[in-house]
């Protein structure tokens, strides 16, 4: 015996309305999709590798929504309500969520940026403390440290000479 199940019109507007929100889920994961490709710009191996993370998760989404919603029942409306949802999300709330998404994500960067300022100061202050006296002495010993270095050298530099005047006056004769 064949047990047949029939929706009744409740059930099939529950079903595309269920759907109709995972078009709109789908987009929204798109948008974040995005938005992490325009911040990161990966490479070539690196889109293909996250396209295909993307539409394993993108599916997951769609059999999660057609299981709870119809017992994983396929049926054109599913996917007309994945492609309104996917529309509807696309012209009306897209360019909205991602201008939202975008002043979220900056000002969290302004605001860590600013947070390792504040924190990066007392290291920069007891730095400037050190390198100040160091620079300090560093410009006044930097005359006598080459003066040294050129007596250093001296002898090295007669022998050098030497050597070079005795060749050429050996070979002269």
């Known amino acids: 015996m064949i047990k047949l199940t029939i929706y009744s019109i409740l059930q ?13 889920l789908i987009g929204f994961m798109y948008d974040i999709y995005r938005i992490f490709r325009g911040l990161f710009r990966p490479k070539k191996m690196a889109t293909m590798i996250q396209d295909l993370i993307f ?36 012209g009306l709330l897209s360019k ?24 990066k100061y007392p290291f920069d202050v007891v730095l400037c403390l050190i390198t100040g006296p160091c620079s300090y ?9 080459y003066k040294a270095r050129r007596v250093g050298r001296l002898p090295a530099n007669i022998i050098k000479d030497t050597k070079k005047t005795l060749a050429t006056y050996f070979k002269k004769k």
């Open 96 to 119: 909205l969520i991602i201008k939202s998404l975008v002043f979220l994500l900056k000002t969290i960067k302004n605001f860590i940026y600013d947070l390792y300022q504040v924190l």
């Open 55 to 90: 539409w394993c998760i993108i599916s997951i989404v769609a059999f999660y929504v057609l299981i709870f919603s119809n017992q994983g029942a396929i049926r054109f409306y599913n996917f007309l309500g994945f492609i309104l949802g996917s529309i509807f999300y696309q």
């Open 12 to 24: 099939e507007s529950y079903i595309l309305l269920a759907t109709i929100y995972g078009g709109i």
């Open 137 to 145: 002495c560093k410009t006044k010993a930097k005359p006598v440290y």
